[in-house]
């Protein structure tokens, strides 16, 4: 069984800082792509930074030049910081991740059950 398990949401002011968290952990043979994802309320989800195996990062447009996506291998966790916040970041964040478990070595997505981030004075 694979789980990824997002931390680090919470409440911060427009112009303030946060960083996200996302373990995963279970029957991991190998991780491919890390990313990022957020729903905000009414709209549909999208994706916010994609990072790679190699360390290759793709973002949206609206966050480029303000979150920072980063991974460490060796503990199978990827990272999103976030600086520059603005109302229009609050969401809900979800990790994924392409694995491939122990049990059949097929690659699969997973998904974090999410994280809220509000930005409001």
């Known amino acids: 069984q694979v789980q990824l398990v997002e931390s680090g949401g919470g409440l911060v002011q427009p112009g303030g800082s946060l960083r996200l968290s996302c373990a995963a952990s279970?029957?991991?043979?190998?991780?491919?792509?890390m990313g990022w994802y957020r729903q905000a309320p009414g709209k549909q989800r999208e994706l916010v930074a994609m990072?790679?195996?190699?360390?290759?990062?793709n973002y949206a447009d609206s966050v480029k030049g303000r979150f920072t996506a980063s991974r460490d291998n060796t503990k199978n966790t990827v990272y999103l910081q976030m600086n520059s916040l603005k109302p229009e970041d609050t969401a809900v964040y979800y990790c994924?991740?392409?694995?491939?478990?122990?049990?059949?070595?097929?690659?699969?997505?997973?998904w974090g059950k999410g994280s809220l981030v509000t930005v409001s004075s």
């Open positions: 279970g029957s991991i043979s190998s991780i491919n792509t």
């Open positions: 994924s991740a392409r694995i491939r478990d122990t049990r059949d070595y097929k690659w699969m997505d997973y």
């Open positions: 990072i790679t195996s190699g360390g290759t990062t």
